[in-house]
Nanobody, 114 residues
Framework: QVQVVESGGGLVQAGGSLRLSCIVS????????MGWYRQTLGNQRELVAR??????ALYGDSAKGRFTISRDSPNTVSLQMNSLTPDDTAVYYC?????????WGQGTQVTVSS
């Protein structure tokens, strides 16, 4: 069984930075990908960034140039968020994809004040 746990959300002023972390436990196979999505009330969950086990990264338009995703170990992923704006306020979810299955964390709230 796979478990996904996020940490690092919180309140920050516009222009500030936050670092989100995610750790995955359980049956972790070598060929997988991890990523971050975010969701606001009434909207669909959107891609922030993804990274494969080999290090290939993909960013959503909102994250390009400001956020950096990294695989710190085979079962952890981080998201460094810089130059935050109030539009980045959302619940951020960590995703683990392996063997055609998605696993999600419980989400961590990020709030950016103006």
């Amino acid at each position: 069984q796979v478990q996904v746990v996020e940490s690092g959300g919180g309140l920050v002023q516009a222009g500030g930075s936050l670092r989100l972390s995610c750790i995955v436990s359980g049956d972790i196979f070598s060929d997988n990908s991890m990523g971050w999505y975010r969701q606001t009330l009434g909207n669909q969950r959107e891609l922030v960034a993804r990274i494969t086990s080999s290090g290939g990264a993909l960013y959503g338009d909102s994250a390009k140039g400001r956020f950096t995703i990294s695989r710190d170990s085979p079962n952890t992923v981080s998201l460094q968020m810089n130059s935050l704006t109030p539009d980045d306020t959302a619940v951020y979810y960590c995703n683990f994809y392996v063997h055609f299955r998605n696993y999600w964390g419980q989400g961590t709230q990020v709030t950016v004040s103006s």
